[in-house]
C-alpha cells in the first residue's frame, strides 16, 4: 500500500560533526531568529570574514556542518540553519 509521505533522508555524508559550540572557543554567530537582520549580524563579524568559526576551526564560505541534528551553512562570516537535507 503506497503512502503520501516521503522516505526518511539520511544526513549528507562528507558534512563534519561538530557537537556544540563550545563558548570558551571561537564561534561564528548563529543566525537562528529569521526576523533579525543579516546586516545587524554581519556588523558582528565585520568585512574581513573570510568563512566561519566553529570550536577554533575555520571553515569556507558556502561549507555546511552539522551540529548535532542541525545543520549549518557558512555565508559572510555567519553561521545560518538550513534544512535537514543538505544539498
Known amino acids: 500500500m503506497a503512502t503520501n509521505t516521503l522516505p526518511e533522508t539520511p544526513p549528507s555524508e562528507g ?10 572557543r571561537r564561534n561564528s554567530p548563529i543566525q537562528t531568529d529569521p526576523e533579525e537582520s543579516f546586516e545587524l549580524v554581519r556588523e558582528e563579524v565585520g568585512d574581513e570574514a573570510a568563512g566561519c568559526y566553529f570550536n577554533d576551526v575555520l571553515y569556507a564560505d558556502g561549507a555546511y556542518v552539522a551540529s ?20
Open 68 to 87: 548535532g541534528s542541525t545543520f549549518l551553512r557558512c555565508e559572510q562570516g555567519v553561521w545560518f540553519e538550513v534544512d535537514e537535507r543538505v544539498p
Open 15 to 24: 558534512v563534519p560533526q561538530v557537537g556544540a559550540a563550545d563558548p570558551e
